[in-house]
T-cell receptor, first 109, second 112 residues
């Protein structure tokens, strides 16, 4: 079966760095997406990785290792507004997104 | 540009009633999707449409139907609602099937 694993909840301090991990087992691979979802709102796109390596976009970076079935989202200089759920999703061989349950990130002052 | 709109924002529905959730996008995206999101679970695909005039079944299609008469609209119908269909429903669209998906604000549905 297809499976996406990510931690249920993480806590970090304002101004710090946090890494959210995602491991996956899917039927085929056509890219990995990270989305941010604030409580009561829609998911919004953060990043896309299809090749191995690190993609940097401002305070957010995303890493992919296809051979290990592994990705992480790195958030730097954490702000209170970064408190949200972070969703990992893999596009399978049928070009459908398989979603993890999300990691709830709590930022403390 | 509104992006994707969904209606209603929320709804309380009696079991056995028929309900249509509306979704409209103004980005001229070819592909559209319906997901449900339940606590502790990832988003699950209900139905999708790769282009106007075509639809396909996702992971959890039972009890739901869709149509795609034109590019902009992708309504989701619950023919006879059951309490297990209580969920938050998100509509999404993408320019192509391999492209980034963009989400509407969601419809919160409670079936009693």
């Amino acid at each position: 079966g297809q499976n996406i694993d990510q931690p249920t909840e993480m806590t970090a301090t304002e101004g710090a760095i946090v890494q959210i991990n995602c491991t996956y087992q899917t039927s085929g691979f056509n890219g990995l997406f990270w989305y941010q979802q604030h409580a009561g709102e829609a998911p919004t796109f953060l990043s896309y990785n299809v090749l191995d390596g690190l993609e940097e976009k401002g305070r957010f970076s995303s890493f992919l290792s296809r051979s290990k079935g592994y990705s992480y989202l790195l958030l730097k200089e954490l702000q209170m507004k970064d408190s949200a759920s972070y969703l990992c999703a893999v596009m399978d061989s049928n070009y459908q997104l398989i979603w993890g349950a999300g990691t709830k990130l709590i930022i403390k002052p | 540009i509104a992006g994707i709109t969904q209606a209603p924002t929320s709804q309380i529905l009696a079991a056995g009633r028929r309900m249509t959730l509306r979704c409209t996008q103004d980005m001229r995206h070819n592909a559209m999707y319906w997901y449900r999101q339940d606590l502790g679970l990832g988003l699950r695909l209900i139905h999708y449409s790769n282009t106007a005039g075509t639809t396909g079944k996702g992971e959890v299609p039972d009890g739901y139907s869709v149509s795609r008469a034109n590019t902009d609209d992708f309504p989701l119908t619950l023919a006879s609602a059951v309490p297990s269909q209580t969920s938050v429903y998100f509509c999404a669209s993408s320019d192509g099937t391999q492209e980034t998906q963009y989400f509407g604000p969601g419809t919160r549905l409670l079936v009693l």
